[in-house]
C-alpha cells in the first residue's frame, strides 16, 4: 500500500512519535511525504520515504497528483487546525481529492492508529472497491 504522512509545524514532533511507534507496519509499505516532515521521519526512524516538495511549495498538489491517478492508497495528514496556512487552497484540494477517489485520510492520531491497525488486519476492500470503480 502506498501511505501519504504529511503534517503541518506544529503537529511534526506528533507525526515523528507516530512513526517510531508505528514503524513495523509503516515499513511494510510505501512511504511518501512533504518535504520536511518526510526528513524528520527519516531522521527519526530511519524508514524509506519518498519525499515531494515541502507543502507551500506544492508538496500537497504532488500528492493530490498521485490520489487523482488512483496511485495512493492512504493519507496521514496531521492538520494544525489552530494556524492559518499559505497554502490552504492546497490542503483543501488534497482533502478533497482524497474524498473523489475514496482514499482513506487521517487528520489526527487518533484517526491514523485505527487506519494503521485495519490496514495491518488486512482492511483493504474499500481500496479494491475504487480500483473496481475507475476500470
Ligand atoms: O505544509 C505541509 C502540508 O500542508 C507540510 O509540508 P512540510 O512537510 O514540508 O512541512
Same mark, same amino acid.
Not at 514532533?13 to 508505528?22: L, N
Not at 487552497?89 to 491514523?112: C, E, F, K
Given at each position: 500500500?502506498?501511505?501519504?504522512?504529511?503534517?503541518?509545524?506544529?503537529?511534526?514532533?506528533?507525526?515523528?512519535?507516530?512513526?517510531?511507534?508505528?514503524?513495523?507496519?509503516?515499513?511494510?509499505?510505501?512511504?511518501?511525504?512533504?518535504?520536511?516532515?518526510?526528513?524528520?521521519?527519516?531522521?527519526?526512524?530511519?524508514?524509506?520515504?519518498?519525499?515531494?516538495?515541502?507543502?507551500?511549495?506544492?508538496?500537497?498538489?504532488? $500528492?493530490? &497528483?498521485?490520489?487523482?491517478?488512483? /496511485?495512493?492508497?492512504? *493519507?496521514?495528514?496531521?492538520?494544525?487546525?489552530? =494556524? %492559518?496556512?499559505?497554502?490552504?487552497?492546497? $490542503?483543501? &484540494?488534497?482533502?478533497?481529492?482524497? /474524498?473523489?477517489?475514496? *482514499?482513506?485520510?487521517?487528520?489526527?492520531?487518533? =484517526? %491514523?492508529?485505527?487506519?494503521?491497525?485495519?490496514?495491518?488486519?488486512?482492511?483493504?476492500?474499500?481500496?479494491?472497491?475504487?480500483?473496481?470503480?475507475?476500470?
Amino acid at each position: 500500500m502506498k501511505i501519504a504522512l504529511i503534517a503541518h509545524d506544529q503537529k511534526k514532533e506528533d507525526m515523528v512519535e507516530f512513526a517510531i511507534a508505528y514503524k513495523p507496519i509503516l515499513e511494510q509499505h510505501e512511504l511518501f511525504a512533504t518535504g520536511t516532515t518526510g526528513q524528520r521521519i527519516i531522521d527519526a526512524t530511519s524508514l524509506s520515504v519518498t519525499r515531494f516538495r515541502s507543502g507551500p511549495l506544492g508538496g500537497d498538489q504532488q $500528492i493530490g &497528483a498521485m490520489i487523482a491517478n488512483n /496511485d495512493m492508497d492512504m *493519507v496521514i495528514f496531521f492538520r494544525d487546525p489552530l =494556524t %492559518a496556512q499559505p497554502h490552504e487552497p492546497d $490542503i483543501s &484540494a488534497l482533502m478533497r481529492l482524497s /474524498d473523489v477517489y475514496h *482514499v482513506p485520510l487521517a487528520t489526527n492520531m487518533g =484517526t %491514523a492508529e485505527v487506519l494503521l491497525k485495519g490496514l495491518e488486519h488486512g482492511f483493504i476492500d474499500f481500496r479494491l472497491l475504487a480500483e473496481r470503480r475507475s476500470k
